[in-house]
């Protein structure tokens, strides 16, 4: 578990050997003697013991201060520790590394909160120092700590394979996982969802990391989601849109919006921060969940035939309306986006309405003019005739019928005009040829446009009181080379 590398160079348990010179007396030390050797005997021996009194008591003072100060006179034995031939410090007890490291692993390992290895050797070599010069205990911890490299037992998580970031602790890597998931499951009830699973193979494994290469939990959470350390905001201005946005920086709508999943694409606001990355993420969590749904179902149609129509009409007798169900379902998201949809239950609460329809079996005649007039307006009652009229002159005859009711084309042909058309309000001009032209005026709907080409008793608008008009009622007009002359005398 810990492997302390530490080398030495030279042992210097082994290498202890002390050697001591021998010199021999100098000239000067001769001619001493000498001049010694001339003086009687009682002068001689008053001088040796004043000498040895002397050497003792000097002897015993040097030894004493030595004790003493010794280190900081002389240099003597040290060791120095070195790391990758830098000496670093000088120390006296080459044992204080190994407790030293021991106890920098030990913070390291309560720090992190797992196993650490230091990588790197510490040398020693013999040296020689003065106490001044030898760090203390204090200051050697401090120096290991600042030179250690140390990997630390880290806990990667890899997606299919690769390892897509390091966090401190197993604990820390379930907690990005769990947190990845719960960004896309953050939006939906949680009773509702069934089942949630990643796309990938997802792994968390022990592995050797250095201290840079970890990550914090939030760090990595947002790298797998994002998948990417990329940010690129932008700040809302006046008049922008999503779509002028994404049009601005090439990115597409839907990209704009993936991009922003907590921001509303309909009501941005100015000031509003918008992040231009799309993401990717590593992990791709697929959520299974029960979904309960109020929806819409449509009407069926039923078609009533009638031999006196045409089959190109249509008369809605009863509208068709929509039903209500409540639909349960089982719905697969991925990332939050639907991939797939199964019904699982259906409880109507209001059921569709049929639409009932009427229409003809008959094929509709040639839509050319033929020569002839029906009534446009049957069962309308005529409330005012062609010709003069209160001092002026009335250029058609005046149906009135309740509104609504339909407008016949008199005969076949093709549409002028259709649509306002001043003091006639909305109005009709059929081109029915021979000369014979047509007008339908004061229409609430019109069913044709110009150019169109009608058939005689085809529906093509609806009465109503448009333009000048003093009631519901159909103004209706046949001109012959641009004259007008009296429907009623066309008629049949
Ligand atoms: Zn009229």
């Known amino acids: 578990m810990k492997k302390l590398n530490l080398q030495f160079k030279t042992n210097p348990t082994i290498n202890k050997t002390v050697e001591i010179f021998k010199q021999l007396p100098s000239i000067k030390e001769r001619q001493v003697f000498q001049k010694f050797n001339s003086l009687n005997k009682q002068v001689k021996g008053a001088i040796v013991l004043t000498c ?56 390291l390992e309560t720090q992190y909160q797992h196993d650490i290895s230091i990588e790197n050797s510490f040398e020693i070599q013999p040296s020689k120092a003065k106490d001044k010069e030898i760090a203390t205990e204090e200051q050697l911890y401090d120096i290991l700590a600042d030179n250690a490299d140390y990997s630390i037992m880290a806990y990667a998580i890899s997606v299919n394979g690769n390892q897509v970031g390091l966090v401190n602790s197993e604990q820390e890597a379930n907690t990005v996982l769990t947190e990845v998931t719960n960004y896309f499951t953050q939006s939906y009830v949680e009773e509702s969802i069934i089942d949630v699973e990643t796309e990938e193979t997802v792994k968390i494994e022990q592995v050797n990391a250095s201290s840079t290469e970890i990550q914090s939990v939030e760090e990595l959470v947002n790298y797998i989601i994002k998948g990417t350390e990329e940010e690129q905001k932008y700040v809302v201005e006046q008049g922008d849109t999503y779509w002028t946005i994404a049009q601005y920086f090439n990115m597409t709508l839907d990209e704009l919006i993936s991009a922003n999943p907590n921001s509303d694409s309909e009501h941005i606001q100015i000031g509003d921060e918008l992040n231009l990355v799309v993401p990717k993420p590593f992990i791709n969590v697929q959520v ?75 094929d509709p005649p040639p839509r050319i003019g033929t020569g002839t007039f029906i009534n446009p307006l049957p069962g309308a009652t005529i409330s005012s005739r062609f010709g003069s009229r209160s001092g002026g002159f009335h250029r058609g005859i005046d149906m009135a019928k309740s509104p609504g009711s339909s407008i016949k084309a008199a005969d076949g042909g093709t549409v002028i005009s259709a649509g306002w058309d001043g ?26 446009s110009a150019g169109d080409k009608v058939y005689q008793g085809q529906i093509i608008a609806a009465v109503g009181s448009t333009g000048v008009s003093t009631g519901p009622h159909l103004h209706f007009e046949i001109m012959k080379y641009g004259s007008v002359v009296n429907p009623a005398s066309y008629i049949y």
């Open 52 to 107: 040895a009194t002397t050497l003792v008591l000097s002897g015993t003072y040097t030894l004493k201060y030595l004790d003493t100060h010794e280190n900081n006179v002389f240099s003597t034995d040290s060791f120095s520790v070195l790391a990758e031939g830098k000496e670093l410090c000088k120390i006296r007890d080459p044992e204080l590394v190994d407790a030293a490291l021991e106890e920098l692993e030990k913070n």
């Open 288 to 362: 299974k969940r029960k979904v309960t749904q109020e929806e819409k179902t449509p009407f069926e149609t039923e078609y009533q035939y009638v031999s006196y129509m045409y089959n190109d009409e249509q008369v809605v007798e009863r509208k068709g309306e929509y039903g209500v169900s409540e639909i349960e379902s089982i719905v697969t998201e991925e990332n939050g986006i639907q991939i797939a949809k199964e019904v699982v239950s259906e409880k109507v609460i209001t059921q569709p309405t049929t639409e009932i329809v009427t229409t003809g079996t008959q």
């Open 423 to 448: 003091s006639y309000g909305y109005s009709i001009l059929i081109n029915h040829g021979g000369g014979f032209t047509s007008r339908y005026a004061h229409c609430s709907a019109i069913y044709v």
